[in-house]
T-cell receptor, first 111, second 116 residues
Framework: DAKTTQPNSMESNEEEPVHLPCNHS???????IHWYRQLPSQGPEYVIH???SNVNNRMASLAIAEDRKSSTLILHRATLRDAAVYYC????????????FGKGTRLHILP | GAVVSQHPSWVICKSGTSVKIECRSL??????MFWYRQFPKQSLMLMAT?????????EQGVEKDKFLINHASLTLSTLTVTSAHPEDSSFYIC????????????FGPGTRLTVL
């Protein structure tokens, strides 16, 4: 499985943008980049995914480097409810569809 | 987005008893569901892949006779923890696969099991 590297933790002030980085230097051409987040005492929540182009949805934006070896999840205006562990995951074809979670980035939002 | 529910949300049981946890996909059909376990301050650990109409596929180190999985319909998978012991106390989370582009998984809210 292609691996991802994320910082263990990050802090951000409320109402400011947050950029969560993820390195995936061994990504293959068919790997999708997925982001999930897990709020305290809840199951993970799908955030966004992309393949090559940048993606936007109501929750966040995903910026993918041109060489696809890194990506950044962007929360445009963080709120206290965005405090969670964010997981960057690569999902390729033919891997049985299962997700193997890494340690993720614990995001702290400061009021 | 797609919704997955789990029941119960929490359960306390005595050592030696069995506990069944249900996972339902509410607004879509899922031929594949997954079961995870999460200990405090740790990441999710995949236990098994549940396939509708066939036997589950267990990850290495997970005892299939202890964690019984049944996926009898396209919207329901159950995990039964048999002869539970205190070390089985954990947060159990299921997910359901929504087939399509990139095969997104949708997760249930989790079930907290406490074995006394």
């Amino acid at each position: 499985d292609a691996k991802t590297t994320q910082p263990n933790s990050m802090e951000s002030n409320e109402e400011e943008p947050v950029h969560l980085p993820c390195n995936h230097s061994t990504i293959s051409g068919t790997d999708y980049i997925h982001w999930y987040r897990q709020l305290p005492s809840q199951g993970p929540e799908y955030v966004i995914h992309g393949l090559t182009s940048n993606v936007n949805n109501r929750m966040a934006s995903l910026a993918i480097a041109e060489d696809r070896k890194s990506s950044t999840l962007i929360l445009h205006r963080a709120t206290l409810r965005d405090a969670a562990v964010y997981y960057c995951i690569l999902r390729g074809l033919g891997e049985g569809d299962k997700i193997i979670f890494g340690k993720g980035t614990r995001l702290h939002i400061l009021p | 987005g797609a919704v997955v529910s789990q029941h119960p949300s929490w359960v306390i049981c005595k050592s030696g008893t069995s506990v069944k946890i249900e996972c339902r996909s509410l607004d879509f059909q899922a031929t594949t569901m997954f079961w995870y376990r999460q200990f405090p301050k740790q990441s999710l650990m995949l236990m098994a892949t549940s396939n509708e109409g066939s036997k589950a596929t267990y990850e290495q180190g997970v005892e299939k006779d202890k964690f019984l999985i049944n996926h009898a319909s396209l919207t329901l998978s159950t995990l039964t923890v048999t002869s539970a012991h205190p070390e089985d106390s954990s947060f159990y989370i299921c997910s359901a696969l929504l087939a399509g582009s990139a095969d997104t998984q949708y997760f249930g809210p989790g079930t907290r099991l406490t074995v006394l």
